[in-house]
């Protein structure tokens, strides 16, 4: 995979080059390449922004610098031997990057991202660049960030981890939260290593049982505890043929029942405390 960062903060991207991003470049499986957009600025003071066409607060992004940019890192990879780019536009008003948006871009061979500063880049940068390549716009989630970079740094590893041959053992995904599969939505329940005995606490006996079936019932039981706790709405979005008799068993202790339409939902006779 090729990946091209089109940025005015180049030293953001700096953890692009060390731990599990960094030994995926290391080992071939990805090309990173971070350029400074103030390169295709083209006044002496380097500007790339200016004030809003119908007023308001900050500053947008201009197309000038953008385009030559894009032209020119769009150029060099083809170049390069790259194909098929997918811009992806990192901002606040973008699609929600989730785990299957991150297994879709995962299996592309070129992604070029955007991320901006101010108050985002001028609109017509996009519509003329929708118009050569797919463009997504992507934001990381229901906050603001002073501009895109994080949320490259975010998705970079998102994906970085899932292409083949980073991590070192492909089981490592199947039970990741919100991977597809027989743990798809419910979140990865609590873990331990030795020693057996820390400041007075030891270890769920089950896990010390060496009985697989049970093991893996207690996992699920503690998935369960854990997503009503922090993400009850993935309980409620749950498609409820997922959840087998002990699955049922187990949302009733914790005070959960399906409604009329089969769905999950907090029993609001339970007593949770
Ligand atoms: Cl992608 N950019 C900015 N500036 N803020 C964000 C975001 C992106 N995602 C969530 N908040």
Known sequence: ???????????????????????????????????????????????????PYGGGPGMVMMTGPWGAALDETLADGYEAGAHEPLLVVPTPSGRPFTQAMAVELSRRPWLVFTPARYEGIDSRVTAEYATRLPVLEVSIGDYVLAGGEAAVLVITEAVA?????VLGNAQSHADDSFAPGPMADLLEGPV?????????????????SGHHGRIARWRRDEALRRTVANRPDLI?????????????????????????DGRFGPNPEAVTE
Not at 26 to 48: Q, S
Not at 161 to 165: C, D, E, S, V
Not at 192 to 208: A, F, H, M, Q, S
């Open 1 to 51: 995979m090729r990946i091209d960062v089109v940025t005015i903060f180049p030293e953001y991207l700096e953890p692009l080059n060390v731990s599990l991003v960094g030994k995926a470049r290391a080992a071939g499986r990805l090309g990173v390449h971070v350029h400074d957009l103030r390169r295709w600025a083209y006044d002496r003071h380097n500007t790339v922004d200016d004030t």
């Open 161 to 165: 981890r899932l292409l083949p041959g």
């Open 236 to 260: 409620r979005r749950a498609d409820p043929a997922a959840f087998d008799k002990k699955d049922r068993e187990m949302l009733s202790i914790l005070g959960w029942q399906p409604g009329p």
């Open 192 to 208: 331990y290593t030795k020693p057996p005995w820390w400041r007075g606490r030891g270890i769920p006996e089950v896990l010390l």
